[in-house]
C-alpha cells in the first residue's frame, strides 16, 4: 500500500511535503469510526508507510481529482486539506490518498506499456476489466507474479489508473 498525495503546483518544495503531511492528518481525522478504509488506513500506516507526493497542477486540477474521489465507488481512504480562508484564500493544498498494490503497480505498467486492460463480462459485473498481457513481451518473473495476483478492476479503478498516469512526481 502507499498513500498517494496530490498537491497544487503553486507550492514550493517544502510547501509540498508540509501539505501532504496536512492532508494525511485529515485522512485520520476522518476515518475514526471503524470501516474497511479505516482497516486500510490503519494498515498502511502499520506496515507500508510509503508516500508518493504528485504534482496536481492548477487548483482546478485539484479539484477535479477531489471530484473524482469523492465518489460512492471509490473503495479508498481519502481526504484533502484546504488553507483557512485568511491564509490562502481557502486554497485546496493537498488530497491524501491511500491505494493498494493492485492500483499503483498496474499504473506502472499501463504507463511503461507492459499491460493493457481488457472487458471481461459475466451477468453480475459487466464492466470489469482484467490486465491483458501481450504475447511480444517477456515479462519479469515478479511482473507475471503480479498480474496473475491482480484480480480485476472495476470501471472506477481502471479510471483512477488512468487518472494516476496523468500527474508527476512534485
Given at each position: 500500500?502507499?498513500?498517494?498525495?496530490?498537491?497544487?503546483?503553486?507550492?514550493?518544495?517544502?510547501?509540498?511535503?508540509?501539505?501532504?503531511?496536512?492532508?494525511?492528518?485529515?485522512?485520520f481525522i476522518k476515518y475514526k469510526t471503524q470501516?474497511?478504509?479505516?482497516?486500510?488506513?490503519?494498515?498502511?500506516?502499520?506496515?507500508?508507510?510509503?508516500?508518493?507526493?504528485?504534482?496536481?497542477?492548477?487548483?482546478?486540477?485539484?479539484?477535479?481529482?477531489?471530484?473524482?474521489?469523492?465518489?460512492?465507488?471509490?473503495?479508498?481512504?481519502?481526504?484533502?486539506?484546504?488553507?483557512?480562508?485568511?491564509?490562502?484564500?481557502?486554497?485546496?493544498?493537498?488530497?491524501?490518498?491511500?491505494?493498494?498494490?493492485?492500483?499503483?503497480?498496474?499504473?506502472?505498467?499501463?504507463?511503461?506499456?507492459r499491460i493493457s486492460f481488457t472487458e471481461i463480462?459475466?451477468?453480475?459485473?459487466?464492466?470489469?476489466?482484467?490486465?491483458?498481457?501481450?504475447?511480444?513481451?517477456?515479462?519479469?518473473?515478479?511482473?507475471?507474479?503480479?498480474?496473475?495476483?491482480?484480480?480485476?478492476?472495476?470501471?472506477?479503478?481502471?479510471?483512477?489508473?488512468?487518472?494516476?498516469?496523468?500527474?508527476?512526481?512534485?
Open positions: 500500500m502507499r498513500c498517494y498525495h496530490f498537491t497544487n503546483m503553486y507550492m514550493s518544495p517544502i510547501q509540498h511535503g508540509i501539505q501532504s503531511a496536512h492532508g494525511q492528518m485529515e485522512l470501516s474497511e478504509k479505516k482497516d486500510m488506513l490503519f494498515d498502511w500506516a502499520d506496515w507500508h508507510k510509503t508516500m508518493i507526493v504528485l504534482n496536481a497542477g492548477y487548483d482546478i486540477t485539484m479539484h477535479e481529482v477531489k471530484t473524482f474521489l469523492d465518489n460512492e465507488l471509490n473503495p479508498y481512504p481519502w481526504a484533502y486539506f484546504n488553507e483557512s480562508t485568511e491564509a490562502m484564500n481557502g486554497m485546496l493544498t493537498n488530497i491524501a490518498l491511500i491505494l493498494p498494490e493492485k492500483i499503483y503497480q498496474s499504473a506502472a505498467l499501463l504507463r511503461m506499456k463480462s459475466s451477468r453480475d459485473n459487466p464492466l470489469e476489466y482484467e490486465p491483458l498481457v501481450f504475447a511480444n513481451i517477456n515479462y519479469t518473473e515478479e511482473e507475471t507474479s503480479f498480474i496473475n495476483s491482480a484480480c480485476s478492476f472495476s470501471e472506477y479503478e481502471i479510471e483512477l489508473i488512468n487518472m494516476l498516469n496523468k500527474f508527476n512526481l512534485a
